[in-house]
């Protein structure tokens, strides 16, 4: 389902009208701080996703892309702060504040990882900072130690 209405409370009425499984997508330039109802517990209860866009003309985005592939844009660079399911609520508050300059990642299958930007991330989780790329920058090989870190610590 995609909404294109500026309006919190018709995203919100959008996003109680999704089914089970579904993704929410918010493509409607709302001014930052707009706040709007969600159900977080559709994330996490019923495998629903909320992901929202800039807004950017199809032009800026077909650049951006361009860049990615041609090696002169790493995506990875973008984001700074990662936290399992229920540190999302702080991540939201981060991105209203503007806490982080880069994307904030909550990962829904994880839990008791709190809202870390990387470098904290690496300090607390060493192995997961070791393999964090040579700026710094966030990878799936970093991911996939947090996420196999946390099941593992979540059996004991």
Same mark, same amino acid.
Do not use: C
């Given at each position: 389902?995609?909404?294109?209405?500026?309006?919190a409370?018709?995203?919100?009425?959008?996003? +109680?009208?999704?089914?089970? =499984?579904?993704?929410?997508?918010?493509?409607?330039?709302?001014?930052?701080?707009? #706040?709007g109802?969600?159900? #977080?517990?559709?994330?996490?209860?019923?495998?629903?996703?909320?992901?929202?866009?800039?807004?950017?003309?199809?032009?800026?985005?077909?650049?951006?892309? *361009?860049k990615?592939?041609?090696?002169t844009?790493?995506? =990875?660079?973008?984001l *700074?702060?990662?936290?399992?399911?229920?540190?999302?609520?702080?991540?939201?508050?981060?991105?209203?504040?503007? +806490?982080?300059?880069?994307?904030?990642?909550i990962?829904?299958?994880?839990?008791?990882?709190? &809202?870390?930007?990387?470098?904290?991330?690496?300090?607390?989780y060493?192995?997961?900072?070791?393999? &964090?790329?040579?700026r710094?920058?966030?990878?799936?090989?970093?991911?996939?130690?947090?996420?196999?870190?946390?099941?593992?610590?979540?059996?004991?």
């Open positions: 389902m995609v909404v294109t209405v500026p309006v409370s018709v995203m919100a009425d959008s996003a +109680r009208l999704m089914g089970p =499984d579904g993704m929410l997508v918010f493509f409607a330039g709302v001014a930052n701080g707009t #706040m109802p969600l159900d #977080m517990s559709r994330v996490y209860l019923g495998n629903a996703q909320y992901t929202g866009t800039s807004g950017s003309s199809i032009e800026d985005q077909a650049l951006v892309l *361009a990615a592939v041609g090696g844009l790493s995506p =990875d660079l973008n *700074a702060a990662v936290g399992g399911i229920d540190s999302g609520r702080d991540g939201m508050q981060a991105v209203l504040e503007g +806490r982080f300059a880069g994307k904030v990642v990962f829904p299958q994880i839990s008791g990882v709190p &809202l870390l930007g990387l470098d904290e991330l690496a300090e607390k060493p192995r997961i900072g070791e393999a &964090l790329g040579e710094g920058e966030w990878t799936p090989e970093a991911e996939r130690i947090l996420i196999e870190t946390h099941a593992a610590t979540a059996d004991r």
